[in-house]
């Protein structure tokens, strides 16, 4: 059994409940992704060796490993998604709601940013006229006005991303 596993088969005195932060969780989630994209990588660089040698490492048993921890990571997903869904944050509705808010907001923000920085013209080399005979390049957009939503979008996600960290914290795993 692998070291994810065994987090979640751990033997409860009797009476004893165990309660993880949707926080902790998630850190969970991370560090069980990250171990499953090193198992992939060991068992690739293992799966074939050259004849009259030895393999670095035991491709199938590391294999195995990485069910192990895909099972787990499985289980820990659905317990986070059902745990989103099921949390309320008040006006910004459940946590998943507050997700998905989040989620837009950057890429509106992004947009934005990047129209700003298109309409301003960075990134263009001599973005200036050289010669009165060249071509004006103008601006199709109000780039600081652009600028402004950007500021307030960038608020309006560091307040959501506030909010949503501070629940995490707060809101116990369901099962």
């Given at each position: 059994m692998s070291w994810f596993a065994l987090v979640y088969s751990c033997e409860l005195m009797e009476?004893?409940?165990?309660?993880?932060?949707?926080a902790e969780a998630?850190?969970?989630?991370?560090?069980a992704t990250r171990r499953v994209e090193q198992l992939r990588a060991r068992v690739v660089s293992s799966a074939r060796y050259q004849e009259g040698e030895t393999p670095a490492e035991d491709a199938a048993r590391l294999l195995a490993e990485a069910g192990?921890?895909?099972?787990?990571?499985?289980?820990l997903?659905?317990?986070?998604?059902?745990?989103?869904?099921?949390?309320e944050m008040g006006s910004d509705g459940t946590?998943?709601?507050?997700?998905?808010?989040?989620?837009?907001?950057?890429?509106?923000?992004?947009?934005?940013?990047?129209a700003a920085d298109a309409a301003a013209g960075s990134g263009e080399r001599g973005f200036g006229r050289?010669?009165?005979?060249e071509l004006m390049m103008l601006s199709a957009l109000p780039v600081a006005e652009l600028r402004g939503q950007a500021d307030v979008l960038a608020r309006e996600i560091?307040?959501?991303?506030?909010?949503?960290q501070r629940t995490n914290w707060e809101v116990d795993l369901l099962d």
């Amino acid at each position: 059994m692998s070291w994810f596993a065994l987090v979640y088969s751990c033997e409860l005195m009797e009476g004893e409940v165990e309660t993880v932060k949707l926080a902790e969780a998630l850190a969970e989630r991370a560090e069980a992704t990250r171990r499953v994209e090193q198992l992939r990588a060991r068992v690739v660089s293992s799966a074939r060796y050259q004849e009259g040698e030895t393999p670095a490492e035991d491709a199938a048993r590391l294999l195995a490993e990485a069910g192990e921890v895909l099972s787990a990571l499985e289980t820990l997903i659905r317990r986070i998604n059902r745990t989103n869904a099921t949390v309320e944050m008040g006006s910004d509705g459940t946590l998943t709601d507050a997700l998905a808010r989040r989620d837009v907001l950057r890429l509106r923000h992004s947009v934005v940013t990047a129209a700003a920085d298109a309409a301003a013209g960075s990134g263009e080399r001599g973005f200036g006229r050289q010669l009165r005979s060249e071509l004006m390049m103008l601006s199709a957009l109000p780039v600081a006005e652009l600028r402004g939503q950007a500021d307030v979008l960038a608020r309006e996600i560091r307040e959501v991303d506030v909010r949503i960290q501070r629940t995490n914290w707060e809101v116990d795993l369901l099962d």
